[in-house]
Nanobody, 122 residues
Framework: QVQLVESGGGLVQAGGSLRLSCAAS????????MGWFRQAPGKEREFVAG????????YYVDSVKGRFTISRDNAKNTVYLQLNSLKPDDTAVYYC??????WGPGTLYNYWGQGTQVTVSS
């Protein structure tokens, strides 16, 4: 069982930055691929970024490439999502998720956090 808790969301102006964190419980964090998703009001949840077990491989959706960076610190059981050059369209609840199978958009994620709100004003 893995419990995930996100933090770091907030209100920021367009062009600004935020750093989201996702802290995981348990001693097997390094066994999980990790992903970040987001869901905007009235829209379906979408995959944003994923990172492999050791952090050596990452995957980004096209709309955030060059602006967002996913990373992880297995010693701290934490995965991060650095959000730069934020746009109003990035406004959403951001969720982290863990999977024993992979870290891509088509991966089945076993565990989810409760989400953290990111609001970007124009």
């Amino acid at each position: 069982q893995v419990q995930l808790v996100e933090s770091g969301g907030g209100l920021v102006q367009a062009g600004g930055s935020l750093r989201l964190s996702c802290a995981a419980s348990g001693r097997t964090f390094s066994s999980y691929g990790m992903g970040w998703f987001r869901q905007a009001p009235g829209k379906e949840r979408e995959f944003v970024a994923g990172i492999s077990w050791g952090g050596g491989s990452t995957y980004y959706v096209d709309s955030v490439k060059g602006r967002f960076t996913i990373s992880r610190d297995n010693a701290k059981n934490t995965v991060y999502l650095q959000l730069n050059s934020l746009k109003p369209d990035d406004t959403a609840v951001y969720y982290c998720a863990a999977s024993i199978r992979g870290w891509g958009p088509g991966t089945l994620y076993n565990y989810w956090g409760q989400g953290t709100q990111v609001t970007v004003s124009s």
